[in-house]
């Protein structure tokens, strides 16, 4: 590989102060750092360093995701890879843009955003739509903040609560139903108009009208619903290896589901004509992807391991409040932007009592 | 206080048990500052010929601790800029003999304060530390208790087990003249399993002469720590100092001691991925690097670190000899190649705290480190590892915030004073933030201020107090 890192070194002085690129430093270094590892060694103790670094962690999410990538891909057809370059390209020109008028370097938290925003949106979404929400999501939600590590919600969910608001009727009422036969839609590309591609309502929307889908058809994945949440057996795929390689806390997620099953239980054991039963609610909708992709964001929950478990309580629980008490039909996305909101006061009243006891131990 | 945090870097080129005696040298360069010391009272002259054991030179600001001559030779000061050279060496040794003006000692503290001044000046007071500050202990001051420490867990310095082979005998006799050096003060020895074979022959050894609670701690880095150990004794800083020996102190005590001989050599530790064979070496201080260099390290461009890789310093090429506290040299080489595509590469060799690399699949491995940084600076993104590694059980990240936000007080109310200097937040950081550098420098910062806040309150008070007189002079003036 040579001669990319010689073609790098000639190009390098119209990059650097003087050159007439100059401005693209930020691209130029995200590029070069892209292809070689960083040439940056330890000034001072310790000398050695973890070989983790942002990049990997990323990449981590990215390979998470690929179960739940391809069966968005096998249910819903290849509309899913346009949905993701324009995602790509639409909000990666938000991340440049500005890493480019702050000086600053380009941060890999993009390649995450971008490839999980496709999946929380419904398969016939128009693609001018995907681009109008991720620059949002990435502009509202992160860059405002002053970029990733500094911004407090979520800007994947930020783009979709947006796009939800903005265009209710494209967010909600244009559900394709999943593609039940071998090779499932794989070879088609479905939009709205696709004479094909029947519009069925969610599980969650059919259970408000009384009518539960099947558990092992959920489970599969084989229901209508967001292109990557619908199959949960992929979702925990990829969540249980987020959680094995620590790139997400296993205490968001457990606190998530455990806070909703219960909840759900409850409902369920109070009234089983009303509520439909806890794992069902599990299964259904986004609050598997939510709970392991989404709340799971280190830089949007709680830091402190005491917090995370607050935070997923307060998520789990206003998931099932809303889908069971409100005209939504599915909470997933405001209770993860509430505990967002709730995530910082959490830190510090966690912090606050640790100190304080740090403080006592020490006398 | 209960461990909690730590992990264990496996580095490659793991010092080897036994110890090698290191062929004479025939020049010493003897460095005048180390870690603690500085040696500046100078006690030579330029060509004068010494004999070993003889001062050289003391540190004032230390207890006068005195830097001893290593072996017999000729001093040559203004050679080589920050040492003392010893020139055409010969191994005749040097008598202790008690000298004339030690009467005031006798008479504050009776024999123990003898033998106190005896350690001082044959060089075995200098294995002692502070628990809380790591500095030197007055000689002839009080403890409230003794920390015996038989671990050195952080890779690589010389580890106990390599300097108490079959030399049990000397290190019980060792614990018997540190007991008769105190009252009644608790002396706790820490050892990696208290149910083993050794800590039961030791048990056996002193019973009847010194009174040592065996403590067992895991063998995690940093546990060995001494700030750690006083924490998780539940001694109080208020209730006087504490003092930290290792195995190569109690040693030494016994050689000052029972055998009034000066403490010449050391054992130090050899060990990192740029060594071609790692070792515990005898040696004593001024052994000329270079020697050692071409002796056992692997060509090529490497860091060579006075210390282990966490709280090791760079042992550059103005140090030309082994100073009087180095306890290892860990030899890393320096980061060359660029790798392509390194972060997508499954990382069968790289072992790392997430288990974000294939290498997770395999059993523990020593990998081989280089001095790269292994990625680029980027904003905290809140990930907790430096909390979760944190011994000291301090918020890494929170203390990170504040500083960022110049919010020293902040930062100071968040017991960044707790902070040990480990190196593991570092280490662990995806983020690549220098944590601790960071906190190092806060600590000092704080230090600082302290001082001067200190300072004007007593300046004021003087100021006060002159203020009075000067009334009260008028005032009988007047009558």
């Known amino acids: ?363 | 206080m209960e461990f909690r945090g730590g992990y264990n870097i496996l580095l490659q080129g793991k010092p080897d048990r036994l110890t090698e005696v290191l062929p004479e040298p025939e020049i010493l360069y003897l460095p005048l500052c180390s870690r603690r010391f500085e040696f500046t009272e100078m006690l030579v002259r330029e060509g004068q010929r010494v004999k070993g054991g003889d001062v050289l030179s003391r540190d004032p600001d230390n207890y006068a601790v005195p830097l001893l001559a290593p072996r017999a030779g000729i001093v040559r000061l203004n050679v080589v800029k920050g040492h003392i050279v010893l020139e055409d060496i010969s191994k005749t040794e040097f008598a202790y003999t008690e000298r004339g003006e030690l009467g005031h000692i006798v008479r504050q503290m009776g024999e123990a304060g003898i033998k106190r001044h005896k350690l001082l000046e044959l060089g075995a007071w200098q294995f002692f530390y502070d628990a809380y500050t790591g500095a030197l202990p007055d000689p002839l001051g009080p403890a409230q208790a003794v920390i015996i420490s038989t671990l050195s867990l952080e890779p690589f310095v010389a580890r106990g087990d390599a300097q108490l082979q079959e030399r049990l005998l000397d290190f019980t006799r060792g614990l018997e003249h540190l007991q008769s050096l105190l009252e009644y003060q608790p002396m706790y020895l820490v050892m990696p399993d208290i149910s083993s074979d050794f800590a039961s022959q030791v048990r056996r050894q002193i019973r009847g002469y010194a009174r040592a609670e065996l403590i067992e701690i895991p063998l995690k880095y940093p546990y060995d720590n001494s700030n750690i150990l006083v924490r998780h004794l539940h001694l109080k800083k208020n209730d006087g100092p504490v003092w930290f020996v290792r195995t190569e102190g109690v040693l030494a005590i016994d050689r000052a001691l029972t055998l009034s001989k000066p403490c010449l050599s050391r054992i130090v530790s050899l060990g990192g991925p740029g060594v071609r064979m790692p070792i515990h070496m005898k040696v004593i201080p001024g052994y000329p690097i270079e020697a050692i260099r071409t002796r056992c390290v692997s060509p090529g461009a490497v860091r060579m670190l006075n210390g282990g890789i966490l709280t090791g310093v760079p042992a550059g090429p103005e140090t030309l000899g082994l100073d009087t506290e180095c306890r290892g040299l860990t030899v890393l080489a320096e980061h060359g190649e660029r790798e392509f595509l390194g972060f997508v590469r499954p990382g069968w060799d790289r072992s790392s705290y997430a288990a974000c690399f294939l290498s997770s699949l395999r059993a523990k491995f020593s990998e081989r480190f280089t001095t790269a940084m292994r990625g680029e600076g980027r904003p905290c993104v809140s990930c907790n590892f430096c909390e979760e590694v944190c011994p000291a059980g301090i918020m890494p990240y929170l203390l990170h915030k504040y500083l960022y936000g110049d919010l020293i007080e902040e930062v100071e109310l968040a017991r960044v004073d707790l902070c040990i200097e480990c190196g593991l937040c570092s280490f662990v950081c995806p983020s690549k933030i220098d944590l601790t550098r960071q906190f190092v420098e806060a600590k000092r910062l704080i230090e600082r201020e302290k001082e001067e806040i200190r300072r004007e309150q007593l300046k004021q008070a003087e100021l006060r107090l002159a203020e009075e007189a000067r009334r009260k002079a008028a005032k009988e003036a007047e009558y």
């Open chain 1, 1 to 363: 590989m040579k001669f990319l890192l010689d073609i790098l070194k000639a190009v390098r002085p119209s990059f650097e102060a003087g050159g007439r690129l100059r401005a693209f430093k930020p691209v130029f270094d995200a590029m070069e750092n892209f292809f070689f590892a960083p040439a940056a060694v330890t000034l001072a103790a310790p000398h050695v360093r973890d070989p983790l670094d942002i990049k990997r962690l990323m990449s981590m999410v990215i390979i998470a995701v690929l179960p739940s990538l391809f069966t968005a891909f096998y249910f819903f057809g290849w509309r899913l890879v346009p949905m993701i370059i324009v995602s790509y390209a639409a909000g990666g020109a938000v991340e440049v843009a500005f890493a480019v008028i702050r000086k600053d370097q380009i941060n890999e938290g993009f390649l995450v955003t971008g490839m999980l925003f496709p999946l929380i949106l419904p398969p016939t979404l128009p693609l001018w739509m995907v681009g109008v929400g991720v620059v949002f999501g990435v502009f509202v939600g992160k860059e405002l903040f002053g970029g990733t590590g500094r911004n407090i919600f979520n800007p994947a969910i930020v783009g979709r609560c947006f796009l939800a608001l903005a265009y209710p009727a494209a967010m909600s009422g244009n559900w394709t139903s999943a593609g039940s036969s071998w090779p499932g839609r794989m070879l088609e590309y479905v939009t709205s108009s696709n004479v094909d591609a029947v519009s069925t309502a969610t599980p969650l929307v059919l259970a408000k009208q009384g009518e539960l889908v099947s558990f092992w058809k959920m489970l599969l994945g084989n229901t209508s619903g967001s292109m990557g949440e619908t199959s949960a057996i992929a979702v925990i795929l990829g969540g249980v290896f987020l959680i094995l390689t620590r790139v997400a806390n296993w205490r968001t997620v457990v606190s998530i589901l455990g806070s909703a099953a219960v909840l759900a239980g409850i409902f369920h054991y109070g009234q089983p004509d009303r509520f439909a039963p806890a794992l069902w609610h599990l299964c259904a909708g986004s609050l598997l992807f939510g709970a392991f992709f989404m709340a799971t964001d280190p830089v949007t929950s709680p830091v402190t391991n005491a917090g995370k478990w607050f935070y997923g309580i307060i998520i789990g629980v206003i998931t099932v409040l809303i889908r069971n008490f409100t005209g939504y039909v599915e909470g997933v996305m405001f209770a993860i932007l509430l505990g967002n909101i709730a995530a910082p006061i959490i830190d510090e009243v966690v912090t606050k009592v640790r100190l304080r006891r740090l403080r006592l131990e020490e006398g």
